[in-house]
Structures are given as C-alpha cells and as structure tokens.
C-alpha cells in the first residue's frame, strides 16, 4: 500500500505560535531568574540566558533543517535508536561527566549533553514502530502488554539505579504507557499487572535507598514533601522558598525582573523552579497564562494525533505531547508543593540546550507533518 503523502501537509499555525510564546517566554523568565546566580558565579549576569539562546536559534535552525524530512523515515531507525539509548545510557556511569552530584551527562568534542533527553524521543519512536507492528497482539497479556513493557525494563534499571534519574524513569514509563493504552492495550492490563509491578519496583527503590546509600536521599525527599518546615534550613529550604516566591506574587506579581527570591535564596531558579520565580514575578494572571499555553498544546497535539494519517504518525504525536504535557504538570507540582521533588524542568523554560534542542526538533515534526489534507 502507497505511503501517505505527508509533504504537503496543512502547517499547524496555533500550535507553532503556542510553541513560539512558550520559547519567548522561557528565555525571558532564564534572564529574570538566572541573572543573579550568573553574577555571583561568572561576574556576568548574561551567562546563563546568552547560552540558552544559542541553543534555541540552534533549535529553530534544526526545526527548519529537518522540516522536509518524512516522519515515516524514521520508523526505519527504530530499533538502532532503542540499542542505541541503551549504549549510550550505559555509557553515563562509565564516561559521563558529573554535576551537583549528579552523573548524567556526556561531553563529545567538547559538546556536552544529557543523553537522557535523547532517550525520551527514540524511545517514542521505537514504541510507535513496536506498537503498530504488533497491533494484532495489544490485546493478549502476554504477547501484547508484558513483551512491550519489557523492552523498558534495561532502560529504567540504568537509569533509576545506575544513574540515579527516577524522575525520567517515571516520565518514560508513564509516556508508553499512555502509547500503549492509546495503541489499544487493555486498562485492566495496567490495574492489575501494572499496579503489581509499580509495587514492586517502588518496594525495591525504597529497599535500596533504606538499607544503602543508593537514592537515600529520596526518603528524605519524602519527608520533607510530607511537612517541608521539619528541615526548613536543609532538605525542605527550596520548597519553603518556593512557596514565600509564589506567595509573594499575588494576582499581578511583583513586576517582571523584580524578583526577591530569586537572589540566591531559590537555588539555582532558572532550573527546575523558574516557575516559582515566574509566579512571584507575573503572579496568578502569568500563571494561568503559561497553563493555558501548555493546555493548548496538549489539545492541539491530541487533534494531530487524531488526525494522523495513520497509526505510527498517531502514536508519535501522542508520545510527544505526553512527554511535554506530563513533564509541564510535574514540574509544576513540584513548586507548588503538590508532590515530592522529581527534578522535572518545565518545558521551553528551564535553563538546558540538550532538552531545548530536542523539544524544538520533536514538535516541529509533528506541527507540520502528522496530519492530514
């Protein structure tokens, strides 16, 4: 049967200038938020927003390089970019580079990146192939819920146990599963294997960190989620300064750039908190601003989904808009305290060019070209 023809597909304007503000926003609120660190730290308040900048010309470049290319082409590569993340994450604990603590980082010709974030898409492209190839089979427990669960199970072990990274563990298995439901695996699959599994692996990451020192921090996360002033100068002081950030900011904020928190008190707020700094500084209006935005792109990329002419198309767009839109509401839990802290950045806001790049890449593909006439 003729592939469908993709090239001249109907460009998704309100989804690209969604996409368009959430970036402008982002680098704005990196320069508010990040210019007091990259003071005390370089002498220039610049240092931070300059770099990520760079990196998103760089990915409006990519966006435009790549925005001829047909998204079927990539179902060819499938499998090597599910060998390959695995190579690449095993590399990590061996090779990779260290900050803050953590190790999860690759420098290559003096490029330094987070693989990670390159797993995230070719796992999605990996499922959508893997899914649709065996769409016959979702149905049976064996052959069409476990068989594809387990082809995450090297992946999460890397990286929840060898890199540390359950947060991206967590986003990754939540993102195939809803590609699995969506591809037609059964809901009781997921509440009853899926819940006992989910257990079990909990059982064993708390097991890990009780009896070793491996993730013990994370009990202590827990914790300090549960009653955060019982540590308020140690594990529970971000979440504190979170919440004065985001209190102090009202309905209308205290005015872009006019941020006290962020002086040091937030650690490193152009991170995985910049939201707090934008809630003290845009307040509640500049809140439900960036909320909507990210609702409509989680409406639009559903439509392309629906809208695909078939099956992988469908299953990218929904993978992708998963990864984001999960990632947008754990992020933002995170600050407000609603649950424990994942490490989670916020999409197109967050200070990161490997994370930028590929977010920029992913979405123009299937702004453009997952739809039909």
């Not at 989804?15 to 990040?34: D, E, R």
């Not at 069409?144 to 563990?169: C, E, M, N, R």
């Not at 969506?182 to 997921?190: N, Q, R, S, V």
Request: proline content about 3%.
């Amino acid at each position: 049967m003729a592939r469908p023809q993709t090239n001249k597909k109907p460009f998704d304007f309100i989804l690209f200038i969604t996409v368009l503000i959430l970036l402008a926003m982002g680098i704005i609120m990196v320069l508010s938020a990040s210019s007091p660190t990259a003071l005390a730290e370089s002498g220039n308040s610049y240092a931070y927003v300059s770099r990520q900048a760079v990196f998103a010309v760089l990915g409006i470049g990519c966006m435009i390089f790549i925005s001829n290319l047909d998204y079927h082409d990539y179902e060819k590569f499938a499998r090597i970019a599910y060998i390959g993340s695995i190579i690449v994450l095993a590399l990590v604990p061996l090779l990779g580079s260290s900050a803050k603590g953590a190790t999860r980082w690759l420098e290559i010709g003096g490029i330094r990146f987070q693989p990670s974030e390159v797993a995230k898409i070719a796992l999605i492209i990996f499922y959508a192939s893997w899914l649709t190839k065996n769409k016959e089979h979702l149905k049976d427990l064996k052959q069409g819920f476990i068989k594809s669960f387990v082809y995450i199970v090297p992946i999460a072990i890397i990286l929840a146990v060898f890199q540390d990274h359950l947060s991206v563990t967590i986003i990754i298995i939540a993102v195939v599963a809803i590609m699995m439901l969506m591809a037609g695996c059964k809901m009781k699959h997921f509440l009853t294997i899926g819940t006992l599994g989910g257990i079990v692996g909990a059982g064993g990451l708390f097991a890990l960190a009780k009896f070793t020192e491996k993730g013990a921090y994370r009990i202590s996360r827990i914790t300090t989620f549960i009653n955060p002033w019982s540590d308020k100068t140690g594990e529970g002081w971000q979440i504190i300064q979170s919440l004065y950030a985001i209190g102090s900011g009202g309905i209308f904020g205290v005015g872009l750039g006019e941020s006290k928190q962020k002086y040091l008190y937030i650690p490193e707020p152009h991170n995985d908190f910049i939201f707090s700094v934008l809630a003290e500084e845009l307040g509640f209006i500049g809140c439900a601003v960036v909320i909507i935005l990210f609702a409509i792109f989680i409406w639009r990329g559903l439509l392309i989904a629906m809208k695909a002419p078939d099956m992988f198309g469908s299953l990218v767009a929904v993978g992708i808009t998963s990864l984001i839109g999960l990632q947008a509401i754990m992020n933002i839990a995170v600050v407000t305290s609603s649950m424990p802290n994942t490490g989670i950045p916020l999409p197109f806001f967050s200070y990161g060019g490997t994370s930028l790049v590929i977010l920029l890449c992913s979405v123009r593909h299937f702004i453009k070209h997952i739809q039909k006439m």
